[in-house]
């Protein structure tokens, strides 16, 4: 199984910026499509953000988001460092949630999920 974690959380104003970091480990993490949830009490859980598998020299991933963050929120993949990133700008109070990072394995499908991560936004 595929082991994640997730880090770079934490509490900003209104406006200001955070970059979340999902560091996944295996040998194929190239290979992996790795997406970005978020959830609050009592909600389900979100789809924010996803990457799909990339080579580094001809295919980079396609992203897809969640409309409410488009613009605002970029996902990227740095494969020699097998780390998934999430670069949240212009945040708002609506984007405080526990923030997850999903790893669907190439092969088998299987997904693993990170502890989390809070990203607390003050009004």
């Known amino acids: 199984q595929v082991q994640v974690a997730e880090s770079g959380g934490g509490l900003v104003q209104a406006g200001g910026s955070l970059r979340l970091s999902c560091a996944a480990s295996g040998r194929t993490f190239s290979r992996y499509s790795i997406a970005w949830f978020r959830q609050v009490p009592g909600k389900e859980r979100e789809f924010v953000a996803g990457?799909?598998?990339?080579?580094?020299?001809?295919?980079?991933?396609?992203?897809t988001y969640v409309d409410s963050v488009k613009g605002r929120f970029t996902i990227s993949r740095d494969n020699a460092e097998n780390t998934v990133y999430l670069q949240m700008n212009s945040l708002k109070p609506e984007d405080t949630a526990v923030y997850y990072c999903?790893?669907?394995?190439?092969?088998?499908?299987?997904?693993?999920w990170g502890q989390g991560t809070q990203v607390t936004v003050s009004s």
């Open positions: 999903a790893v669907d394995a190439p092969t088998t499908g299987e997904r693993s």
């Open positions: 990457i799909t598998w990339s080579d580094g020299t001809t295919t980079w991933g396609s992203t």
